[in-house]
């Protein structure tokens, strides 16, 4: 018991960089606490005390804000940051080095018996006031935006957000990212809010854009050398971009920045 404790503590420095010493974690964190205290409840469930086991549930959300049926089965170094409103339904299983936000809900879409409940892989992070329902599984190191009502299966490695949750981003689209931030670096203006992952309309377009250039760019180069080929002379050297653009993109990007910091504020 003593040594997952440990265990749990440590994985905490990981994941939370406002965690100074293993003793204010241990005093501290309500998220760990209600853990420990499911860790109790869910072994007296599984000897038939449910009476009992739902007593010290009810006692750990009393104390932590932190609602976890006995009968979920929780893996290794899970860890619930700040915690308050997190609810954990009685048929949902969760592997190891899982961490979920506050405001979670791992809920069900049936009052049917059965496996209701999601099911998360190893490494899944859920961001704050996200709803994950019905039996679906996240796979391993997925990834669920904050707010977002996730109610069909999510592959792993993926991100999504939403309601209801799309994909933001998968393994696929990392060719697709690294090769949008090669070509804003060499057009002048930098890669900033062109992520295949964020929201934003005006980023995402630019995303679209820089994939629509890359593809016309491949076919004049592949025209270029077929007419070369035929004895013609084209395309020896394409036109570069005037500093005068680059200056005014680079105008434009920070104006973008500082209106979206004035609506933070």
Not at 5 to 10: A, F, P, V
Not at 17 to 23: D, L, V
Not at 174 to 184: I, L, P, S
């Amino acid at each position: 018991m003593f040594t997952r404790i440990r265990e749990d503590i440590k994985s905490v420095f990981n994941r939370d960089p406002a965690a100074r010493n293993a003793f204010e974690v241990l005093t501290t964190y309500p998220g760990l606490h209600a853990v420990w205290f499911h860790r109790l409840s869910h072994k007296l469930w599984t000897w038939r005390w449910y009476w009992l086991a739902r007593f010290i549930s009810t006692i750990s959300r009393w104390f932590t804000g932190v609602e976890i049926h006995p009968g979920a089965r929780i893996g290794r170094r899970f860890f619930i940051d700040h915690g308050m409103g997190v609810v954990i339904g009685e048929t949902a299983e969760i592997g190891d080095d899982v961490t979920i936000y506050h405001g979670v809900t791992l809920g069900g879409t049936s009052w049917d018996g059965g496996k209701r409940h999601p099911t998360l892989k190893n490494g899944v992070v859920i961001g704050a006031g996200a709803k994950v329902l019905g039996p679906i599984e996240v796979g391993e190191n997925a990834r669920i935006g904050s707010n977002a009502v996730v109610v069909k299966a999510v592959p792993a490695n993926t991100t999504v957000m939403g309601i209801p949750a799309r994909v933001a981003s998968s393994p696929q689209d990392k060719e697709a990212v690294k090769r949008r931030e090669e070509m804003a670096k060499a057009y002048g203006f930098d890669a900033y809010a062109i992520s295949a992952d964020n929201p934003d309309p005006v980023a995402t377009a630019m995303g679209r854009m820089l994939d629509h250039v890359h593809v016309l760019d491949q076919k004049v180069s592949d025209l270029c050398k077929a007419v070369n080929e035929l004895g013609g002379d084209v395309c020896e050297k394409l036109p570069e971009v005037e500093l005068d653009d680059v200056d005014f993109i680079n105008a434009e990007q920070k104006a973008a920045e500082r209106r979206q910091t004035k609506k933070k504020e």
